[in-house]
T-cell receptor
Framework: DAEITQSPRHKITETGRQVTLACHQT?????MFWYRQDLGHGLRLIHY???????NKGEVSDGYSVSRSNTEDLPLTLESAASSQTSVYFC????????????FGEGSRLTVL | GEDVEQSLFLSVREGDSSVINCTYT??????LYWYKQEPGAGLQLLTY?????DMKQDQRLTVLLNKKDKHLSLRIADTQTGDSAIYFC?????????????FGKGTKLSVKP
């Protein structure tokens, strides 16, 4: 069955370190998204991609970067982790056509000390 | 800018009906969605409605759309303890920095036995 997986599911890191969260989907979807979920803020869009080599900034992109070298993967990199980036991160993908249902990963909980 | 508003909490008794409300601002929305998030998991699409519809029913779920007031509601009949979760309203927009969907902050539904 097609799926979308995130790794690691839990990570603790220190301020200033570089962190990469992986996202891999086997739906063959063109569109991929990264959100962060925080209490009181709901889901906020970080970056998104509509296809290979396409990346776009979302609402809260500062301090984050993504790259899309193939259809299946959209890794999210925190260049220099800050305590404000402690959050739960969700990757999602969609076809982008019709209703464009988003399929979400299980989430990656990141703690920055 | 685009915004989706929903109340943060709802508590009901098992067997009662639950009604979760949402308001949105983008009159050009084509699809409106309800996603469900269970503890420790990603979001899953519960149901969606196309903007030219007023109502959609799917087993215990009824979605009502009032385009004039930009109001969307989700009614869960015979609410069960397994329905306890966070419910997100979302609208589909095109372009801008929001990518694919705009999400509300989520309504946490608690079902008491």
């Amino acid at each position: 069955d097609a799926e979308i997986t995130q790794s690691p599911r839990h990570k603790i890191t220190e301020t200033g370190r570089q962190v990469t969260l992986a996202c891999h989907q086997t739906w063959n979807h063109n569109n991929m998204f990264w959100y962060r979920q925080d209490l009181g803020h709901g889901l906020r869009l970080i970056h998104y991609s509509y296809g290979v080599h396409d990346t776009n900034k979302g609402e809260v992109s500062d301090g984050y970067s993504v790259s899309r070298s193939n259809t299946e993967d959209l890794p999210l990199t925190l260049e220099s982790a800050a305590s404000s980036q402690t959050s739960v991160y969700f990757c999602a993908s969609s076809t982008g056509t019709g209703a464009g249902e988003l399929f979400f990963g299980e989430g990656s909980r990141l703690t920055v000390l | 800018g685009e915004d989706v508003e929903q109340s943060l909490f709802l508590s009901v008794r098992e067997g009662d009906s639950s009604v979760i409300n949402c308001t949105y601002t983008d009159s050009s929305s084509t699809y409106l969605y309800w996603y469900k998030q269970e503890p420790g998991a990603g979001l899953q699409l519960l149901t969606y409605i196309f903007s030219n519809m007023d109502m959609k029913q799917d087993q215990r779920l009824t979605v009502l759309l009032n385009k004039k007031d930009k109001h969307l509601s989700l009614r869960i009949a015979d609410t069960q303890t397994g329905d306890s979760a966070i419910y997100f309203c979302a609208e589909k927009i095109y372009g801008g920095s929001q990518g694919n969907l705009i999400f509300g902050k989520g309504t946490k539904l608690s079902v008491k036995p």
